[in-house]
């Protein structure tokens, strides 16, 4: 893919859908390792090698059981919990 081919990709947008393409090549743009400290340092990090504990497993099963029987928390709800919303 070249330049000239997404300008044309974009030029063959319907007017309405040039706010979405914008936010997505300006969140492509703007989520440059080059440029993101933070994406820089996750791409470089090492892999989490360390085994599962017993105890992990454990958890994990509870929580998936729990998922399960419906007893998870909505994403809003743990957002309001947490004082995100």
């Known amino acids: 893919m070249t330049r000239d081919a997404i300008r044309q990709l974009v030029d063959d947008l319907d007017e309405s859908d040039l706010p979405t393409a914008e936010r997505l090549l300006r969140a492509l743009r703007d989520t440059s390792t080059e440029t993101d400290p933070v994406l820089r340092a996750l791409e470089n990090a090492p892999l989490d090698d360390e085994p599962e ?25 743990a957002l309001r919990r947490l004082g995100l919303a």
């Open 53 to 77: 504990t017993e105890e992990e497993r454990a958890g994990a099963a509870e929580a998936r059981q729990e998922l399960l029987e419906g007893k998870g928390i909505p994403h809003e709800e």
